[in-house]
């Protein structure tokens, strides 16, 4: 089992900037890929961005060059730097955890993020 904690999130004008971080604890020596999600009202839950054990990444064109994930092995957490936000950013945010053995993704409850002014 593993458990995931997010924090961070907030209410922030346009334009602002907002750090999200999500600290794995349980069962983490299986966990290799970890990621960001978001989910908006009325609308499905769609990728933010992602990042391998060994630090590889990717994004979703909505967010590139805006966001930047990144991870501490050490500490199992994962973190999303958000610069430059925008209305349409405002959702709920869920990070998720892979495991291998056996495979599977925990997500963590969710953390909402408001851009407005």
């Known amino acids: 089992q593993v458990q995931l904690v997010e924090s961070g999130g907030g209410l922030v004008q346009p334009g602002g900037s907002l750090r999200l971080s999500c600290a794995a604890s349980?069962?983490?020596?299986?966990?290799?890929?970890m990621g960001w999600y978001r989910q908006a009202p009325g609308k499905q839950r769609e990728l933010v961005a992602g990042?391998?054990?060994?630090?590889?990444?990717n994004y979703a064109d909505s967010v590139k060059g805006r966001f930047t994930i990144s991870r501490d092995n050490a500490k199992n957490t994962v973190f999303l730097q958000m610069n430059s936000l925008k209305s349409e950013d405002t959702a709920v945010y869920y990070c998720?955890?892979?495991?291998?053995?056996?495979?599977?993704?925990?997500w963590g409850q969710g953390t909402q993020v408001t851009v407005s002014s």
């Open positions: 998720h955890a892979d495991v291998s053995v056996p495979l599977y993704r925990y």
């Open positions: 349980g069962s983490t020596t299986s966990i290799y890929n």
């Open positions: 990042i391998t054990k060994g630090g590889s990444t």
